[in-house]
């Protein structure tokens, strides 16, 4: 069942750019190609670690606490800086051996005041 869908505002046809899928307390998240270039490449600082192929894959995991992800990753190759995105996500990435992309995400704590 979708639970989040972004459309693609430059194809005005109706198609999504991004959307979220949840089940049985599992969320996958699909991204067009021209979607990730123009989200991900602004805030990398390796671009060429995002080709954004068909053949890539970009894993996104959310984690509670991103300073413990950056103090076990340090020395490993970071491809995009910490940033805070306009959905309220801290995130970092980095590229593992293959060339694949794990972006880590702490998402910042809701306001429960009604």
């Known amino acids: 069942m979708p639970t989040t ?3 693609d505002t430059k194809a005005n046809d109706g198609r999504l ?4 899928l949840a089940a049985n ?4 998240m699909y991204q067009t190609i ?3 270039r123009e989200d991900l490449l602004n805030a990398a600082s390796v671009k060429e670690a995002f080709p ?3 053949q890539q894959t970009i894993l996104f995991v959310e984690v509670s606490q991103l300073t413990e ?7 490993e190759r970071l491809i995009m800086p910490r940033r805070t995105t306009f959905y309220g996500s801290t ?3 980095y590229a593992d051996p293959a060339g694949n992309v794990i972006i880590f995400a702490e998402q910042q704590a809701q306001d429960t005041k009604a």
């Not at 750019?17 to 979220?20: D, G, K, L, R, S």
């Not at 307390?25 to 996958?28: F, H, L, P, R, V």
């Not at 992800?69 to 020395?75: A, C, D, I, L």
């Open 34 to 36: 021209a979607s990730i």
């Open 5 to 7: 869908e972004v459309p």
């Open 91 to 93: 995130e970092i990435g």
């Open 52 to 54: 954004a192929t068909s």
């Open 17 to 20: 750019a991004f959307v979220i």
């Open 69 to 75: 992800v950056e103090n076990q990753f340090r020395g």
């Open 25 to 28: 307390g599992i969320e996958i």
